[in-house]
């Protein structure tokens, strides 16, 4: 939008709203328009990711397709990536049996 056209949407609102609302409607309209772009950045972020995750996906298939051999470095580094996201996942998922597991024990000692 222009300079132009947010004057006449200023004078047109100012003339509707009169002086006293006017601000109040403007800050509900910024609100609204905040929240539609935090809306539209969380939705481009998580398509990006699944856009991510979707060549990940497709350039294991090649390596599994390659026996894991003689592979390309586009290849090897998605493999590098996905082993230590595996590992990542496995490693909270010890810490949160481990954590479980010594929860237990210390409520069988009481």
Avoid: C
Avoid at 63 to 79: G, T
Wanted: hydrophobic share 35%; proline share 3%.
């Amino acid at each position: 939008m222009g300079m132009w056209e947010l004057v006449v949407i200023f004078i047109v609102g100012l003339v509707v709203l009169g002086p006293e609302r006017l601000p109040v409607a403007i800050r509900t309209v910024s609100k609204w328009v905040k929240t539609a772009k935090s809306l539209a950045n969380s939705v481009k972020a998580e398509v990006s990711e699944e856009l991510r995750i979707h060549e990940l996906h497709e350039n294991l298939k090649k390596a599994e397709q390659q026996e894991l051999k003689d592979l390309s470095p586009e290849l090897q580094s998605s493999l590098t990536e996905l082993q230590k996201a595996a590992e990542s996942v496995t490693h909270s998922y010890k810490k949160t049996q481990s954590d479980t597991s010594n929860n237990q024990q210390l409520d069988e000692k009481k």
